[in-house]
């Protein structure tokens, strides 16, 4: 068998952000994926009928345009191209009122009115120096590359979502921060949640929340090819179970979580770090739903039909309360639903004249409630008409998607809890948190810094100390 410097196991955005970061070295690479498809989280199907193309997971890349690593990457040149709907988000009111996030700061003047100066305090800093922060942000904890300008972010980044939300007067205002800060999926009071809002928030004027074209995996596709151009190699359907299996090699990099590292034979980690494996908190889980639609979405406000991404929840005050009674262990009637319409940008997603749409919703970890019926009354609610479009839709429960990717467990998209006490030192209380108790395994999944998102940053961290510790090669942070 041939042997390799490194061994990568996972083809999510950082199993191949590990692989390509160390394939770039000149070393021999092996990137292994159990499925049949690489992407991990960035895999398309047709989930409904066919010529429908739906995204699994991930849908919409603000983190993928503004990642340190992903934006150094020539993927144009592999095939990969972003389309931008009018309207970067939109948050629909029960009034019939929309707020709208635009790409153009100077366009929220209109949408925010008395709170656009407030909204402008907290943005405008992390907006003008993303390129000079994003490699703090999206790192383990360290000393920074740029102290102040960190320690300015962290003045509003570490505080809770509802502090920030006391500084707006609007209604506007407040709903469109709660729609951001719900990616999140924690509730509004805990530290560190404004944090997730004002980094999506600044990510949409700075980039765009932008849709690939043919699908998120498009994103894959794009970097395997250029891996692949490195002389880098891969194997699909290989579920690995026993590191004995596999081929010689140097290291090992693993893009998984701590469930799934537990499970692994033969990889000699010691009892200690097991335990901190073990105690590894995983956070509340999602259900989700693809609709193959006869037409487009006919949100009653008349502009979130012209929107990627469609916050649903209404007020700031409803989401918060939806969040929290979830994180709580409770199924609300009107949960806060992430609504994307990728097919209006992007004409291949659906059959000539008909329409995706693709939504989730937060439920506790491992339900297996069925969320269908709280999920279209919620989008039917700001576009009533809309089950009338329905041809067809593929559901898919917290345990559902732990079966189709087991790196999701219990439904969990981000790979851990992003609390203050997970957020920059997981899935183990360590500065280096991508090493184990094995000196040739590492961890490269977003159970590690900075956590979930298609960003890349959690493998290229994890390759990076590889190369520093067995190959004597620093790269640059």
């Given at each position: 068998?041939?042997?390799?410097?490194?061994?990568?196991?996972?083809?999510g955005?950082?199993?191949?952000?590990?692989?390509?970061?160390i394939?770039?070295?000149?070393?021999?690479?092996?990137?292994?994926?159990?499925?049949?498809t690489?992407?991990?989280?960035?895999?398309?199907?047709?989930?409904t009928?066919?010529?429908?193309?739906?995204?699994?997971?991930?849908?919409?890349?603000?983190?993928?345009?503004?990642?340190p690593?992903?934006?150094?990457?020539p993927?144009?040149?592999?095939?990969?191209?972003?389309?931008?709907?009018?309207?970067?988000?939109?948050?629909?009111?029960?009034?019939?009122?929309?707020?709208?996030?635009?790409?153009?700061?100077?366009?929220?003047?209109?949408?925010?009115?008395?709170d656009?100066?407030?909204y402008?305090?907290?943005?405008?800093?992390?907006?003008?120096?993303?390129?000079?922060?994003?490699?703090?942000?999206?790192?383990?904890?360290?000393?920074?590359?740029?102290?102040?300008?960190?320690?300015?972010f962290?003045?509003?980044?570490?505080?809770?979502a509802?502090?920030?939300?006391?500084?707006f007067?609007?209604?506007?205002?407040?709903?469109?921060?709660?729609?951001?800060?719900?990616?999140?999926?924690?509730?509004?009071?805990?530290?560190?949640?404004?944090?997730?809002?004002?980094?999506?928030?600044?990510?949409g004027?700075k980039?765009?929340w932008?849709?690939?074209?043919?699908?998120?995996?498009?994103?894959?596709?794009?970097?395997?090819?250029?891996y692949?151009?490195?002389?880098?190699?891969?194997?699909?359907?290989?579920?690995?179970?026993n590191?004995?299996d596999l081929?010689?090699?140097?290291?090992l990099?693993?893009?998984?979580?701590?469930?799934?590292?537990?499970?692994?034979?033969?990889?000699?980690?010691?009892?200690?770090?097991?335990?901190?494996?073990?105690?590894?908190?995983?956070?509340?889980?999602?259900?989700?739903?693809?609709?193959a639609?006869?037409?487009?979405?006919?949100?009653?406000?008349?502009?979130?039909?012209?929107?990627?991404?469609?916050?649903l929840?209404?007020?700031?005050?409803?989401?918060?309360?939806?969040?929290?009674?979830?994180?709580?262990?409770?199924?609300?009637?009107?949960?806060?639903?992430?609504?994307?319409?990728?097919?209006?940008?992007?004409?291949?997603?659906a059959?000539?004249?008909?329409?995706?749409?693709?939504?989730?919703?937060?439920?506790p970890h491992?339900?297996?409630?069925?969320r269908?019926?709280?999920?279209?009354?919620?989008i039917?609610?700001?576009?009533?008409?809309?089950?009338?479009?329905?041809?067809?839709k593929?559901?898919?429960?917290?345990?559902?998607?732990?079966?189709?990717n087991?790196?999701?467990?219990?439904?969990?998209?981000?790979?851990?809890?992003?609390?203050?006490?997970?957020?920059?030192?997981?899935?183990?209380?360590?500065?280096?948190?991508?090493?184990?108790?094995?000196?040739?395994?590492?961890?490269?999944?977003?159970?590690t810094?900075?956590?979930?998102?298609?960003h890349?940053?959690?493998?290229?961290?994890?390759?990076?100390?590889a190369?520093?510790?067995?190959f004597?090669?620093?790269?640059?942070?």
């Amino acid at each position: 068998m041939k042997k390799y410097d490194a061994i990568i196991i996972g083809s999510g955005p950082n199993g191949l952000a590990a692989a390509i970061t160390i394939q770039r070295q000149g070393l021999s690479t092996l990137l292994i994926e159990g499925a049949d498809t690489i992407g991990g989280g960035m895999r398309t199907k047709e989930l409904t009928l066919p010529g429908f193309k739906h995204d699994v997971c991930s849908a919409i890349h603000p983190m993928a345009l503004g990642s340190p690593f992903m934006r150094k990457l020539p993927l144009s040149d592999f095939g990969l191209s972003f389309k931008s709907a009018e309207y970067q988000v939109s948050q629909p009111l029960d009034s019939g009122n929309s707020v709208l996030l635009h790409q153009d700061l100077n366009q929220m003047k209109s949408e925010l009115g008395i709170d656009y100066q407030t909204y402008i305090t907290l943005l405008e800093p992390l907006i003008k120096n993303w390129e000079a922060l994003s490699n703090d942000l999206l790192s383990p904890l360290k000393v920074p590359q740029n102290p102040i300008l960190m320690a300015k972010f962290g003045l509003n980044g570490l505080r809770s979502a509802h502090h920030i939300a006391s500084r707006f007067k609007t209604q506007e205002a407040k709903a469109l921060w709660a729609g951001l800060v719900a990616h999140g999926i924690l509730p509004f009071s805990k530290l560190t949640t404004a944090a997730i809002g004002m980094i999506l928030s600044a990510l949409g004027h700075k980039v765009g929340w932008k849709i690939p074209v043919g699908g998120s995996q498009s994103i894959a596709n794009a970097m395997l090819l250029y891996y692949k151009s490195l002389g880098g190699e891969h194997q699909l359907n290989f579920w690995l179970e026993n590191v004995e299996d596999l081929p010689e090699h140097k290291t090992l990099l693993l893009d998984l979580t701590p469930l799934q590292i537990l499970k692994l034979n033969g990889l000699n980690i010691n009892d200690s770090y097991k335990k901190q494996l073990e105690n590894f908190r995983y956070g509340l889980g999602v259900f989700k739903i693809d609709w193959a639609l006869s037409d487009p979405t006919p949100f009653k406000d008349g502009k979130s039909q012209f929107a990627s991404t469609v916050h649903l929840g209404n007020t700031y005050e409803e989401i918060a309360r939806s969040e929290l009674e979830t994180y709580n262990g409770k199924l609300v009637e009107k949960p806060f639903v992430l609504f994307a319409q990728q097919s209006i940008v992007d004409p291949s997603r659906a059959p000539k004249g008909n329409h995706t749409g693709w939504a989730y919703c937060h439920v506790p970890h491992g339900s297996s409630m069925d969320r269908t019926e709280a999920i279209e009354n919620q989008i039917e609610r700001f576009a009533p008409g809309f089950k009338d479009t329905i041809l067809a839709k593929s559901t898919m429960n917290t345990m559902q998607l732990q079966n189709y990717n087991p790196n999701y467990v219990g439904g969990d998209i981000n790979g851990g809890q992003m609390d203050i006490l997970q957020l920059f030192t997981r899935p183990t209380k360590s500065l280096t948190p991508y090493r184990t108790s094995n000196p040739k395994v590492y961890i490269a999944s977003s159970s590690t810094p900075p956590g979930g998102g298609v960003h890349g940053m959690c493998g290229f961290h994890a390759a990076r100390i590889a190369l520093k510790d067995h190959f004597n090669i620093k790269i640059e942070n």
